[in-house]
């Protein structure tokens, strides 16, 4: 079924060559043909657009008004194609990121102008938050997570693999010490990321052995944010993370511990999208600049700096 735009497109070759045979030969169709896509546009419009003689075509005034139209439209989608069609050759437009709060502010917004500065017609839309989030419904093309991922349709590319840090505030290890070996956890209040069971298991290497330190203490939540506010106000000690604690230790409100003995668990930073959004350049571009930025690691240099303080 011809749709308006090609009736369109037909009818302006029509007035163009002046005649069926003429835009028969420039759109691939009979004389024929075009004489009755002509007529059936008119029977839907209710008016004549061409008044046909043995000689030669010519418009009605409403055949003139709505070639001006056609005309204004054709050219509106073909401008549409190639600006389109150019986006694929060039690095522009919209990106709506997800990413936790803990990951958007202290890592992300810190190295966003350099993406920006080179490539300067791409703009963002952020939804910084840790709750669960439909990508396909709230039209996200790029999603931050740490861990482990479910199983979902989504495509999903590692930008880093990250470590864990077990750390208290200095405030907390003069009240209460330093523990020194994985056993002194017993005494101490360890504060805990979730309410799963496992959570509350924080795992070492001993002489050659994994060991598992059952831990409890004052609090448990699903925000790591919340939890490295409660350890820097010397609530108890913390396992999280590196990008999660880096800030607080570069500032000297937290202290890592145990580093020597701890044995973390696999901590990847995935990037997470909709089924095609990964072939989009804005996202690859986005993607690449991730993945470079993170593999220096940048939250390494405050942990050090921790452990000499």
Known sequence: MVNPSQEMGVFERVAGRG??????QD????????????????QRLGVRLVTRTTRRLALTSEGETFLKRSREILA?????????????????????V??????????????????LARHPRITFD??????????????VDVALQTGTLGSSTLVARKIADLTQVICASPQYLARHGRPEMPSDLAHHSCLTLGRRP???????????????????????????????????????????????VAGAIQK????????????????????????????????????????????????????AVGQTA
């Open 252 to 303: 000297g409100l937290l202290q890592p511990l145990l580093q020597d003995t701890h044995q973390p668990e696999s901590y990847p930073l995935w990037a997470t999208m909709p089924p095609g959004r990964q072939r989009g350049l804005k996202v690859k571009v986005f993607l690449d600049f991730l993945s470079g930025h993170f593999a220096t690691q940048p939250w390494h240099g405050a942990a």
């Open 198 to 244: 496992e959570a509350s298991i924080w795992r070492f290497r001993v002489n050659d052995r994994t060991v598992p330190v059952g831990v409890k203490g004052a609090a448990c939540a699903d925000s790591a944010d919340m939890l490295v506010r409660l350890a820097i106000e010397g609530v108890g000690i913390v396992r999280l993370g590196e990008i999660a």
């Open 126 to 139: 952020f939804l910084v938050t840790n709750r669960t989030v439909d990508l396909v419904k709230e039209n």
């Open 76 to 96: 509106a989608i073909d401008a549409a194609e190639a600006e389109v069609s150019s986006a694929r050759l060039s690095v522009r437009g919209q990106l709506r």
């Open 19 to 24: 005649s069926f045979a003429g835009a028969a």
């Open 98 to 115: 997800l990413a936790p709060p803990v990951l958007a502010v202290d890592q992300l917004a810190p190295a966003l102008p350099a993406f």
């Open 27 to 42: 759109t691939g169709l009979t004389p024929s043909a075009v004489s009755k896509l002509v007529t059936r546009l008119e």
